[in-house]
């Protein structure tokens, strides 16, 4: 089945030490996202891909960045953990429709990040 | 400029009775809207959509929403609730088409089943 993988799907990091969340997916998709979902909110857009464009939104904090080597793979990289980076990662892909919209955001699983 | 607001931050049905999640919405077009479900410790999955076609939208699992512009709302239903149910809801509006669509999200519905 085509779908949105992320890995790992819980991760722990110290306090400081740089951490690497990876996404892939099997849907063909241009368009990737990297959302952050702290306990009880609502998914925050952190950044996205347009093909191999990079689209940072404007309060995304310098400390996270992201690679997409190629159209299957996205990762997102933290410098520099803090205690308030602790929170769920979410990977999401949609292709861009025949009438230049962007189609529905198909979600991965998620990475619970934990932070020492 | 556009939003969403859910309602009821948390609501809770006895298992086997009608479910309703509402929210509404503000746009300034016309938008496309969605509602996701999230279990705990997962990501969010599709439950339907709409997309300026059928009001009624029918989605996985029994849920169906109904758009109604009049009324700036798209809430979300189910004549039977099953235990499995129970998870966060997200109503979401879609962004201006720039080329590049992002996400308006409510701030969620928690839905409690009693059994």
């Known amino acids: 089945d085509a779908m949105v993988i992320q890995n790992p799907r819980y991760q722990v990091t110290q306090f400081g030490k740089p951490v690497t969340l990876s996404c892939s997916q099997t849907l063909n998709h241009n368009v990737m996202y990297w959302y952050q979902q702290k306990s009880s909110q609502a998914p925050k857009l952190l950044f996205h891909?347009?093909?191999?464009?990079?689209?940072n939104e404007a309060d995304t904090p310098d400390n996270f960045q992201s690679r997409r080597p190629n159209t299957s793979f996205c990762f997102l990289d933290i410098r520099s953990p803090g205690l308030g980076d602790a929170a769920m990662y979410l990977c999401?892909?949609?292709?861009?429709?025949?009438?230049?919209?962007?189609?529905?955001?198909?979600f991965g699983p998620g990475t619970r990040l934990t932070v020492l | 400029a556009q939003s969403v607001t859910q309602l009821d931050s948390h609501v809770s049905v006895s298992e086997g009775t009608p479910v309703l999640l509402r929210c509404n919405y503000s746009?300034?077009?016309?938008?496309?809207l969605f509602w996701y479900v999230q279990h705990p410790n997962k990501g969010l999955q599709l439950l339907l959509k709409y997309t300026s076609a059928a009001t009624l939208v029918k989605g996985i699992n029994g849920f169906e929403a109904e758009f109604k512009k009049s009324e700036t709302s798209f809430h979300l239903t189910k004549p039977s609730a099953h235990m499995s149910d129970a998870a966060e809801y997200f109503c979401v509006v879609s962004g201006p088409n720039f080329g590049n669509e992002k996400l308006t999200f409510g701030t969620g519905t928690r839905l409690t089943i009693i059994p």
């Open positions: 999401a892909t949609s292709r861009e429709g025949r009438t230049g919209g962007i189609d529905t955001q198909y």
């Open positions: 746009s300034s077009y016309s938008p496309s």
């Open positions: 891909y347009y093909d191999k464009d990079f689209n």
